[in-house]
Nanobody, 124 residues
Framework: VQLQASGGGFVQPGDSLRISCAAS????????MGWFRQAPGKEREFVAA????????YYSDSVKGRFTLSRDNAKNTVFLQMNSLKPEDTAVYYC??????????????????WGQGTQVTVSS
């Protein structure tokens, strides 16, 4: 399966941005898809994930209330709507997926498929 992320860019603090990730097939339809991010010099951190079969969505505390994950079942695509962006949101955002749900969905080591990443820069 291939994951294709798109939609990153350069925005000012307080702005909004939407990024998307399309899976090439329905490999994750019984598992999960999600987003992680990695800033320079930092470890990859969990942002949001969706448990595909029931649609349950999970967020990190740092983005809860500002970011919204959604999906298009027919297109095997997930979207991350990012509002009220802050400079600390600056990172490369990686799309990921796994075949089945894992209780430690927030651990990047539990995902085996990754997209190429899309840069999000928030700066004045």
């Amino acid at each position: 399966v291939q994951l294709q992320a798109s939609g990153g860019g350069f925005v000012q603090p307080g702005d909004s941005l939407r990024i998307s990730c399309a899976a090439s097939d329905r490999t994750f339809s019984s598992g999960a898809m999600g987003w992680f991010r990695q800033a320079p010099g930092k470890e990859r951190e969990f942002v949001a994930a969706i448990r595909w079969p029931n649609g349950a969505i999970y967020y990190s505390d740092s983005v809860k209330g500002r970011f919204t994950l959604s999906r298009d079942n027919a297109k095997n695509t997930v979207f991350l709507q990012m509002n009220s962006l802050k400079p600390e949101d600056t990172a490369v955002y990686y799309c990921t997926g796994r075949l089945n749900w894992h209780v430690h969905y927030y651990n990047p080591s539990n995902y085996y498929s990754w997209g190429q990443g899309t840069q999000v820069t928030v700066s004045s």
